[in-house]
């Protein structure tokens, strides 16, 4: 009798998402490895005196999910207790927000900043009635007058301070924004209390960095959150000296010290694949090649299947509420956005944009590009296949971040060259409905393009960019199969709509292959690393609205299980 295996599991449905999206009904778990797939009488010679038989109960028991974009240490300081939550539906107005940092004013003791994230311009009440009206530093200046208050945007592309804030900054109505940033100001010319885009960098220069014991307890509380979701697998996007000046360096490279930390002490629940980012939301292509040498030499990882980095990130342009997305028909109320690079005209910009990828590409590393408005992806993929053609390389695996406004030339050229993109199908669901304001009906139901971009053959994973949003893939895969929004529960784009098999597939094999992964992640077939993630229920029989609320059960990351509320 050859080796017992340690797990078996029987009485469910065994989604494997090979090749054919076959449906079986046991597996068995040896080690770390799937041993086997197929029926009770296939697993049954593999159980032994010390096998845990799971009975699945009828719940349905797939891969790992691999959600392949989500800012993990960021995610954690900015949840609860680390962080005010004045996100959806915590708070419903600006009313709602000044009290909660009324509340925590009340607590914090002086000198000690207040910091928040979550704010959504959709879904603050005064906000909605009056789109003109925006969250400025009169609003936290009367609850707040004496602790600097900084509130992070749901997206990550806008700060809301008071007025205790800017004065710490040293913001007034003659500072002059960084290169790709904007500190908004009022009709009087005085800041209102918003800063956009490159122009964050600003807060994060003045609030102390956060610490070791910080980061390491934000990573903890996230990695705790992607357990009890079934999510074994997730790329850090961004680490490294661009991100120092973002979320109070959570992006920077102290960061990915704190990951290695945590990977010698085996407390790494899920795989974390790292994109490096050598310079942050606004920078030259001299900068971002002086950065990328100097990171080369890391050392590898000694364990890559657990921690490891894929590659690089840019900063393309920014996004659609904030109207600094590049497209290539203006907003509602005019302007078009531009690339946020550095360059004074356009066809600078562009080709500083081409020179950086030029760059990465020439130097063997991946490339992942944020993205979002049409005139901005289609730049890139335009740079993507330069690059190409200049230096060739074999399985590169370049790919544009969000996507949102994805255009068939970009698909064509993505395609052709065996480049992805990253979409972001529970943002889709959040802003679906205020989008219209930004770009009218006809662009925001097209936003984010699943149908087509597979149709085309473009390789397409999904992330949520957490803390954008919460890491939920069931909203996501029930977003993508419905296309309905959050707010008002409409249709949004309907003919982008795409089966279940193909958004599971967004979440598992598709985002192994962004990872470099998929020969031995990604799908339930023997010899592949025990990554699962069990659901209670008939997940593919499910109506697609209940899907949200079916419950995680049981999650395995590399044999070990890591969450467990299915009773045997």
Same mark, same amino acid.
């Given at each position: 009798?050859?080796?017992?295996?340690?797990?078996?599991?029987?009485?469910?449905?065994?989604?494997?998402?090979?090749?054919?999206?076959?449906?079986?009904?046991?597996?068995?778990?040896?080690?770390?490895?799937?041993?086997?797939?197929?029926?009770?009488?296939?697993?049954?010679?593999?159980?032994?005196?010390?096998?845990?038989?799971?009975?699945?109960?009828?719940?349905?028991?797939?891969?790992?999910?691999?959600?392949?974009?989500?800012?993990?240490?960021?995610?954690?300081?900015?949840?609860?207790?680390?962080?005010?939550?004045?996100?959806?539906?915590?708070?419903?107005?600006?009313?709602?927000?000044?009290?909660?940092?009324?509340?925590?004013?009340?607590?914090?003791?002086?000198?000690?900043?207040?910091?928040?994230?979550?704010?959504?311009?959709?879904?603050?009440?005064?906000?909605?009635?009056?789109?003109?009206?925006?969250?400025?530093?009169?609003?936290?200046?009367?609850?707040?007058?004496?602790?600097?208050?900084?509130?992070?945007?749901?997206?990550?592309?806008?700060?809301?301070?008071?007025?205790?804030?800017?004065?710490?900054?040293?913001?007034?109505?003659?500072?002059?924004?960084?290169?790709?940033?904007?500190?908004?100001?009022?009709?009087?010319?005085?800041?209102?209390?918003?800063?956009?885009?490159?122009?964050?960098?600003?807060?994060?220069?003045?609030?102390?960095?956060?610490?070791?014991?910080?980061?390491?307890?934000?990573?903890?509380?996230?990695?705790?959150?992607?357990?009890?979701?079934?999510?074994?697998?997730?790329?850090?996007?961004?680490?490294?000296?661009?991100?120092?000046?973002?979320?109070?360096?959570?992006?920077?490279?102290?960061?990915?010290?704190?990951?290695?930390?945590?990977?010698?002490?085996?407390?790494?629940?899920?795989?974390?694949?790292?994109?490096?980012?050598?310079?942050?939301?606004?920078?030259?292509?001299?900068?971002? &090649?002086?950065?990328?040498?100097?990171?080369?030499? @890391?050392? +590898?990882? $000694? *364990?890559? %299947?657990?921690?490891?980095? !894929? /590659?690089?990130?840019?900063?393309?342009?920014?996004?659609?509420?904030?109207?600094?997305?590049?497209?290539?028909?203006?907003?509602?109320?005019?302007?078009?956005?531009?690339?946020?690079?550095?360059?004074?005209?356009?066809?600078?910009?562009?080709?500083?944009?081409?020179?950086?990828?030029?760059?990465?590409?020439?130097?063997?590393?991946?490339?992942?590009?944020?993205?979002?408005?049409?005139?901005?992806?289609?730049?890139? &993929?335009?740079?993507?296949?330069?690059?190409?053609? @200049?230096? +060739?390389? $074999? *399985?590169? %695996?370049?790919?544009?971040? !969000? /996507?949102?406004?994805?255009?068939?030339?970009?698909?064509?050229?993505?395609?052709?060259?065996?480049?992805?993109?990253?979409?972001?199908?529970?943002?889709?669901?959040?802003?679906?409905?205020?989008?219209?304001?930004?770009?009218?009906?006809?662009?925001?139901?097209?936003?984010?393009?699943?149908?087509?971009?597979?149709?085309?053959?473009?390789?397409?994973?999904?992330?949520?960019?957490?803390?954008?949003?919460?890491?939920?893939?069931?909203?996501?895969?029930?977003?993508?199969?419905?296309?309905?929004?959050?707010?008002?529960?409409?249709?949004?784009?309907?003919?982008?709509?795409?089966?279940?098999?193909?958004?599971?597939?967004?979440?598992?094999?598709?985002?192994?292959?962004?990872?470099?992964?998929?020969?031995?992640?990604?799908?339930?077939?023997?010899?592949?690393?025990?990554?699962?993630?069990?659901?209670?229920?008939?997940?593919?029989?499910?109506?697609?609205?209940?899907?949200?609320?079916?419950?995680?059960?049981?999650?395995?990351?590399?044999?070990?299980?890591?969450?467990?509320?299915?009773?045997?």
């Amino acid at each position: 009798m050859g080796t017992y295996a340690d797990l078996v599991f029987v009485g469910g449905r065994v989604v494997t998402v090979d090749a054919e999206f076959s449906v079986a009904e046991a597996l068995a778990v040896t080690g770390a490895v799937i041993s086997a797939v197929g029926t009770r009488e296939d697993v049954a010679p593999l159980v032994g005196p010390a096998t845990r038989v799971i009975d699945l109960k009828g719940a349905t028991l797939l891969p790992g999910i691999n959600d392949s974009h989500l800012h993990g240490c960021a995610f954690g300081m900015s949840s609860p207790p680390l962080s005010l939550d004045v996100s959806h539906p915590a708070v419903a107005s600006l009313a709602d927000v000044a009290e909660a940092v009324r509340e925590a004013a009340g607590r914090t003791p002086a000198g000690q900043w207040i910091t928040g994230h979550g704010w959504d311009t959709g879904y603050l009440a005064e906000c909605v009635a009056d789109p003109s009206r925006h969250p400025s530093r009169a609003d936290l200046d009367a609850v707040s007058p004496d602790h600097a208050v900084v509130l992070y945007s749901f997206s990550g592309h806008a700060t809301w301070v008071n007025s205790k804030a800017l004065e710490l900054m040293g913001i007034d109505r003659d500072t002059v924004a960084p290169p790709g940033g904007a500190i908004v100001k009022d009709d009087a010319g005085e800041p209102t209390g918003l800063l956009h885009e490159g122009a964050q960098a600003l807060v994060q220069n003045a609030l102390p960095a956060l610490s070791r014991q910080e980061r390491t307890e934000a990573i903890r509380s996230t990695l705790a959150t992607l357990a009890a979701l079934g999510i074994t697998s997730y790329t850090e996007p961004g680490l490294g000296p661009g991100g120092d000046g973002i979320m109070r360096g959570a992006l920077g490279a102290q960061t990915l010290d704190v990951y290695r930390e945590l990977h010698a002490a085996g407390e790494l629940t899920a795989r974390v694949g790292v994109l490096l980012l050598p310079t942050g939301m606004a920078s030259t292509a001299e900068e971002f &090649a002086r950065n990328l040498d100097d990171l080369d030499g @890391a050392a +590898p990882e $000694d *364990d890559p %299947r657990r921690l490891t980095v !894929h /590659g690089v990130k840019i900063f393309a342009d920014g996004i659609v509420p904030n109207k600094t997305a590049w497209m290539h028909e203006p907003y509602v109320g005019g302007g078009c956005g531009a690339l946020c690079v550095g360059g004074d005209i356009d066809d600078e910009r562009v080709a500083e944009i081409r020179a950086m990828i030029r760059h990465a590409h020439a130097a063997g590393h991946q490339l992942g590009v944020h993205a979002t408005g049409d005139r901005a992806i289609d730049t890139v &993929a335009d740079a993507f296949a330069e690059a190409s053609a @200049a230096h +060739p390389r $074999d *399985d590169a %695996r370049h790919y544009v971040i !969000h /996507g949102d406004f994805l255009t068939p030339h970009a698909m064509k050229v993505l395609a052709a060259h065996d480049y992805g993109v990253n979409m972001n199908p529970t943002i889709k669901w959040t802003v679906a409905d205020m989008e219209e304001d930004f770009v009218g009906a006809g662009r925001a139901a097209y936003a984010w393009p699943y149908r087509d971009a597979i149709d085309a053959g473009v390789r397409v994973a999904s992330g949520s960019d957490a803390p954008v949003t919460h890491p939920d893939w069931r909203q996501g895969v029930a977003t993508m199969v419905l296309r309905e929004s959050k707010a008002a529960g409409r249709v949004s784009g309907p003919d982008q709509r795409i089966a279940l098999a193909e958004a599971i597939r967004t979440y598992t094999v598709e985002a192994a292959w962004q990872d470099f992964a998929d020969d031995w992640k990604g799908t339930l077939e023997p010899g592949k690393v025990a990554d699962l993630c069990v659901v209670d229920g008939d997940l593919l029989g499910a109506d697609p609205h209940a899907i949200p609320e079916m419950p995680v059960v049981l999650t395995v990351m590399d044999g070990r299980i890591v969450h467990d509320t299915l009773l045997d």
